[in-house]
RNA sequence: GGCCGCUUAGCUCAGUUGGCAGAGCACAUCGCUCACAUCGAUGGGGUCGCUGGUUCGAGUCCAGCAGCGGCCACCA
């Protein structure tokens, strides 16, 4: 034998080999002609493209390692299996890397100039960047690398001209003026799905708006009303009140404000209520609800805005909500959407207090003007303190909302920007999930995408960056048009002015990644690519770029391709920590998967991600114990390893003989093998096409460790050496190597680098060609010949009788080394044909001399005979099939002994009833102590109880004479 | 405020049409027998969140409640 195997896995020995080997292969590269010429069934997979600048976190490990699962599964079933690679410019986190590392060198982006801090962008991508594409190879993806694209490359650059000229020659581009989410960090817009919400526990504060003079009768007026409304649901409200209680309960233990009241000067003031004074330099109206009779009288009045000197009037709309505060609101157009709204239905006007950077700007009071907008709310608090304007505070738990990628608060700020109509392109990508052309796994999924869908907003895709494609738009400096375009144009269209500017803004960076999956085919082109691999059928990513991203994959899909790009949206777990944290870069909790491949291999970190993240539920890994995380995944490729290894070392060198040539030597165990085999593959195929990944683990490492390590190998053992019978041995050595053939393939999608290790190194029929190079070229699929129902259930009663014996011989004290007589009773024929068959093995892995068993006819044999059984002291048990076992145990174990061991035990055991008695007696005990407690203790005596049940009648075997 | 999900062993979770409660890890006892101690054998451990209903039978279906989490919307 000249096999000679480590015996531990060495994943750093075998993993970078194997992979230059894939590589070298060609086998992840797919050209269209094998799906339009040869008329292979195409299956493709784009990956979402990371950041180019970012790092492998174990998110990327998680999805791209189900990526790969599905890929290497479909290629294995002879699919032409694409997965298309690649990364993205990611505007603005790019930009701030860039721009942090120009700061270390005392620079700005604005030192350097627009066009040369794009070159060293540039520079710093072709450098540095996509580095995470190799990482992916560490962890065994199977990319079709040669085809990795990058969203600003010329190819995709002109899909996103094509599209953004196109969509806007079907007005479903416009530009305008509106209040969008602006990031006074970054400088830029951002779309709705870039803000995102933080709940905070902030304070609601009440200012009081002086009135004019002519309002003084009306205010009076309004503030009976106001008096009476809230007599009248006091007055409703009071008979049903509870005593003592009902008084506090409207303030929430803050200042209930005062809708209206007068000054110590006799003037009249309003109050209205915001968690953000310092917006109030730019109110340009009051509102109220127009159905509100409360304030009738003070519409068309106005207010005497407070630090500004400016008047303000008082206005109706519906969006007011009569209930909340007073009822009245500050209307402030250029910095609030809602208000916004409210000024362009009322006409009044809007008035931008800040500069980008969120400062108070040129048109606030001079006082506040370059105060930072946090610094201003304080200062106007104070002001209106000063002035007896301030209404007080109330606690007030609110959302704002943040830049995605520096967490600064958004400012929603009026500005002109591109805005996609949305609305027309989401109708058929709404369609296609209701009528479940696009679904969703887990389909809880389905709601959340449709809810959005329904409720689509135009989305603002021009970005003050620098990073990106710039926008295809033209302002001629002479004539004032507007030129868009695909090429860019050398002379006004209208007037034929040379003098153009471009548009200095560039397009939101899922701009370009929406269009991914026909982009990276060479659309707009009519190419073979694209013919061959669109539409794709699945995508897999995290649900947090559900809107980013595949909704509008799914819009840009039907728009330019007149199809969805996919069929299945695969939203994959969240990786968490131990205490439920998502794991990021912030939080410092994150695990690098390259240390976990570097540790533990990639098989390792691959089996654990699959088989901890079920459908729908997230994992959770320990960042401070890689060991405890990844010791799962770690020992179960090494066990493959050391089965592997056995197998090797046993069958050897020589040929094995084809599984037709040994089929009629095939024993019960073999039998049982193969059609657990087959059935295992019809198994895992049907919960691969489910998506069930983590069940796929589940199962194939069950089969593989719980029967072919655990039982098929024990089993055969001894058939394997030199001096077995040569029909049996040959029968055992076919039927190990296929059925380990077979579960190395079954699992080789998701422990890819062991399992093509070993799968290299097993013996091939004699006679037979080895007519595949790699593990991957089939999958294993059900075959009827192999199945055998009756095998599998006459071996499964020699495992229970087998675990039936250890477990008695263990429970009854018989030494490791003695020997044991077993009798069976009532036993089918069908299993005493495999306790016939199986005998050796029976007796080998449970200790067993003398194995007796009835004839089947009721005939009683010696042991066991009622007699027999009556007189001899001994532990009995039933199998499922109801046949009964006797393991008569005098002489193999020193009964007096056991009897001593079992009154020992009972004798512990009774005392600790006693007590457990005792407390349960004491009234005292039962009537004080907290229910949990006495509960236990009931709990407690029972478990007492019933130990002492099972003891006392094992006692009594001991006792027979 | 709306929608959704979760609650099963000490921990992480399975439990797919209702039919004897499972796995891995952890724990305990024994064992380094020539594939593997990253292993093997055996064992202990559960009022399936609470309440009620449907049913011969409910972890599973229905209603309500509680706790935790997520998404969306933002009544300033």
């Not at 970012?54 to 998680?62: D, E, K, P, Y």
């Not at 009569?322 to 009245?328: A, D, I």
Request: glycine share 8%; net charge negative; aromatic share 8%.
């Amino acid at each position: 034998m000249s096999i000679e195997l480590d015996p531990r896995l060495n994943p750093k020995a075998i993993e970078p080999r194997l992979y230059s080997r894939w590589m070298e292969s060609g086998e992840f590269t797919v050209h269209p002609s094998t799906v339009l010429e040869e008329g292979r069934d195409p299956f493709v997979i784009v990956i979402p493209p990371p950041n180019v600048t970012a790092v492998l976190h174990m998110g990327h490990g998680l999805n791209n390692t189900i990526q790969d699962v599905l890929i290497r599964w479909r290629r294995m079933q002879g699919r032409a299996s694409l997965w298309a690679p690649g990364t993205d410019h990611a505007g603005i986190a790019t930009q701030n890397v860039v721009e942090r590392l120009i700061a270390d060198e005392g620079k700005t982006r604005e030192d350097l100039g627009r066009e040369a801090f794009v070159a060293r962008t540039w520079e710093f991508v072709r450098e540095t960047g996509g580095a995470i594409l190799d990482q992916l190879k560490a962890i065994g993806c199977t990319c079709d690398w040669d085809r990795t694209r990058f969203t600003l490359d010329p190819g995709l650059s002109r899909a996103v001209r094509e599209v953004f000229v196109h969509l806007y020659e079907k007005d479903l581009i416009y530009r305008g003026e509106y209040i969008i989410n602006w990031c006074p960090r970054c400088l830029t817009a951002l779309s709705n799905e870039e803000a995102e919400g933080e709940e905070v526990d902030g304070r609601l504060f009440h200012l009081r708006y002086p009135l004019a003079p002519e309002l003084a009768e009306a205010a009076a007026a309004a503030l009976e009303a106001v008096a009476a409304v809230k007599a009248e649901a006091g007055g409703v409200g009071a008979p049903e009140e509870d005593e003592g209680e009902g008084g506090d309960r409207t303030a929430g233990g803050g200042i209930e404000p005062e809708a209206l009241g007068q000054l110590p000067d006799g003037r009249w003031y309003l109050t209205v209520s915001t968690t953000r004074p310092e917006t109030m330099l730019g109110d340009t109206a009051v509102a109220v609800n127009p159905a509100d009779e409360r304030y009738k009288g003070l519409v068309g009045g106005e207010v005497d805005l407070p630090l500004t000197g400016r008047r303000i009037p008082i206005i109706a709309d519906g969006y007011v909500d009569r209930g909340f505060g007073t009822g009245m609101v500050k209307v402030t157009p250029a910095h609030d959407p809602n208000d916004f709204d409210m000024a362009q239905r009322s006409g009044v006007p809007l008035l931008d207090v800040m500069t980008p950077e969120a400062k108070m700007g040129e048109n606030a009071p001079e006082a506040f003007q370059g105060m930072d907008r946090f610094d201003a709310r304080k200062a106007v608090v104070q002001a209106l303190q000063d002035q007896g304007l301030y209404g007080g505070e109330d606690p007030h738990t609110h959302s704002i909302p943040r830049c995605y990628r520096c967490t600064t608060v958004v400012e929603p700020r009026l500005s002109e920007q591109w805005f996609v109509k949305m609305k027309p392109l989401a109708e058929p990508a709404l369609k296609a999930s209701q009528d479940g052309t696009v679904t969703f796994v887990p389909g809880r999924w389905q709601k959340v995408y449709e809810h959005w869908m329904e409720n689509i907003r135009d989305w603002c895709i021009s970005r003050q960056l620098w990073w990106g494609h710039r926008i295809p738009v033209w302002y001629c400096q002479d004539c004032g048009e507007t030129i868009v375009a695909r090429d860019d144009p050398a002379a006004c269209t209208a007037c034929g002015s040379a003098a153009l500017e471009q548009d200095p803004d560039v397009l939101d960076t899922w701009f370009s990644s929406w269009l991914w999956p026909f982009s990276i085919f060479g659309w707009p082109d009519k190419t073979d690519d694209l013919k061959a691999f669109y539409p794709g059928h699945v995508l897999s990513t995290a649900p947090e770029i559900l809107f980013f991203w595949v909704a509008r994959m799914i819009m840009a899909g039907y728009e330019f391709m007149g199809e969805a790009p996919f069929s299945t949206v695969y939203l994959h777990a969240t990786v968490r920590d131990t205490e439920g944290r998502k794991m990021s870069k912030s939080l410092g909790n994150g695990i690098d998967p390259l240390e976990v491949v570097d540790q533990f291999g990639a098989d390792a970190l691959r089996f654990t991600v699959i088989s901890g993240a079920a459908v729908g539920t997230d994992i959770q890994l320990n960042p401070d114990d890689l060991e405890a995380s990844f010791a799962p995944g770690r020992n179960f490729a090494n066990k493959v390893w050391n089965a592997g290894r056995f197998t090797l070392m046993t069958v050897g060198d020589d040929p094995i003989k084809p599984l037709s040539a040994v089929k009629d030597d095939l024993e019960l165990s073999d039998r049982w093998i193969l059609s657990r085999l087959s059935a295992t593959a019809e198994s895992l195929t049907q919960e691969l096409e489910k998506f069930r990944l983590h069940d796929v683990a589940e199962k194939a490492y069950h089969f593989f460790w719980g029967e072919l390590a655990d039982w098929y190998l024990e089993l055969v053992k001894p058939r394997l050496r030199e001096d077995a019978e040569e029909g049996s041995k040959q029968a055992a050595r076919t039927t190990l190597v296929t059925a380990f053939d077979g579960i190395l393939r079954l699992l080789h999608p998701i422990i890819p680098f062991v399992t093509e290790e070993l799968w290299q190194k097993l013996p091939w029929p004699e006679g037979a060609q080895r007519p595949e190079s790699l593990i991957s070229a089939s999958w294993p699929t059900k075959d009827t010949a192999l199945d055998d129902p009756e095998a599998e259930r006459q071996l499964e009663a020699v495992q229970e009788l087998i675990t039936q014996v250890r477990s008695l011989r263990k429970e009854y004290g018989v030494p490791e080394g003695a020997e044991v007589e077993v009798a069976l009773t009532g036993s089918p024929p069908s299993f005493q044909e495999a306790l016939i068959s199986e005998d050796s093995s029976i007796r080998r892995l449970a200790r067993v001399g003398t194995l007796t068993m009835d004839s089947g006819a009721g005939e009683p044999v010696e042991a066991t005979g009622p007699g027999g059984r009556a007189s001899r002291a001994g532990a009995h048990g039933v199998l499922k099939n109801g046949t009964e076992l006797f393991l008569p145990l005098e002489g193999v174990v020193d009964l007096e002994k056991e009897r001593e061991r079992l009154s020992v035990e009972i004798q512990r055991l009774s005392e600790q009833l006693k007590g457990v008695r005792g407390k349960l007696e004491n009234e005292a005990f039962v009537s004080k102590a907290p229910e949990e407690v006495v509960a236990r203790e009931r709990q407690k005596q029972a478990s007492f109880q019933e130990q002492m049940g099972k003891l006392q009648e094992k006692l009594k075997v001991f006792q027979r004479p």
